[in-house]
C-alpha cells in the first residue's frame, strides 16, 4: 500500500522556467509534508516543509502547495536552474518520527 | 554546526553474515531514524531512537536492530543478511524542537 504516490518518475524544464512536481497521498491522518531533494551520493537534503493546517507556503524560489480535499501536493520551483537537477521526494507524516516517501520525480533543469 | 555522519560509505557482505552500520547524529540532536533506500524507491522508515529507546517501528523483521548511546550516535545492526537487503542505508536526526529530519549521506550495503 503506497501511501505516498509521485506518479511522474522524470521531468524535464528548461533553464528559467517553471517546475512543477507532483505529490498525491492516501492517509488522512498525515499532518505535515516535506519534500527533499537528492543529489547521487548524497543524502536527501530538506528542502521546504508544509503543515495541514496551510495550504501554501513559500521559501525563496520554492513553493509548496498542499490541497487536502484532493489529497495532493506540489512544489514549484521559479526560476528552475540547472544546479536544481535532482531527485525530488515528497513525504508525508503523521508524527514527529515517521515519514512515508514516495518514490521520486528525477528532474532535470536544462541550460 | 557537524552534520550527520555514517560510516562505511560502502560495504560488501555474503548472504547469512551480519553487519553494522554507524551514524553520528548532527550536534544538538537526540533523535536518530534509519531508513532502507532500494534502487529506484523512496526511503523506507525502519526505526527510529530517542534517549537510548527505540521510539517508532516500520515494517521491518527482527533481524534489523539498532541501538542509541549517550552520545546519540546509533547502530543498526542486520543479522543473516538476504540479497535483498542490498540498499542505501541512511541516517537522519532531528531535535526536539523541529519536525524535519536531517539526513547523512548514507551506506550503500551490497549483499553478494
Known amino acids: 500500500d503506497q501511501q505516498v504516490k509521485q506518479n511522474s518518475p522524470s521531468l524535464s524544464v528548461q533553464e528559467g522556467r517553471i517546475s512543477i512536481l507532483n505529490c498525491d497521498y492516501t492517509n488522512s491522518m498525515f499532518d505535515y509534508f516535506l519534500w527533499y531533494k537528492k543529489y547521487p551520493a548524497e543524502g536527501p537534503t530538506f528542502l521546504i516543509s508544509?503543515?495541514?493546517?496551510?495550504d501554501k507556503n513559500e521559501d525563496g524560489r520554492f513553493t509548496v502547495f498542499l490541497n487536502k480535499s484532493a489529497k495532493h501536493l506540489s512544489l514549484h520551483i521559479v526560476p528552475s536552474q540547472p544546479g536544481d537537477s535532482a531527485v525530488y521526494f515528497c513525504a508525508g507524516t503523521s508524527g514527529t518520527y515517521k515519514y512515508i516517501f514516495g518514490t521520486g520525480t528525477r528532474l532535470k533543469v536544462l541550460a | 554546526e557537524t552534520g550527520v555522519t555514517q560510516s562505511p560509505t560502502h560495504l560488501i557482505k555474503t548472504r547469512g553474515q551480519q553487519v553494522t552500520l554507524r551514524c553520528s547524529s548532527q550536534?544538538?540532536?537526540?533523535?536518530v531514524s534509519w531508513y532502507q533506500q532500494a534502487l529506484g524507491q523512496g526511503p523506507q522508515f525502519i526505526f527510529q531512537y530517542y534517549r537510548e529507546e527505540e521510539n517508532g517501528r516500520g515494517n521491518f523483521p527482527p533481524r534489523f536492530s539498532g541501538l542509541q548511546f549517550p552520545n546519540y550516535s546509533s547502530e543498526l545492526n542486520v543479522n543473516a543478511l538476504e540479497l535483498d537487503d542490498s540498499a542505501l542505508y541512511l541516517c537522519?536526526?532531528?531535535?526536539?524542537?523541529?519536525?524535519?529530519?536531517?539526513f547523512g549521506p548514507g551506506t550503500r550495503l551490497t549483499v553478494l
Open positions: 508544509i503543515s495541514s493546517i496551510k
Open positions: 550536534s544538538g540532536h537526540n533523535t
Open positions: 537522519a536526526s532531528t531535535s526536539t524542537q523541529g519536525d524535519e529530519q536531517f
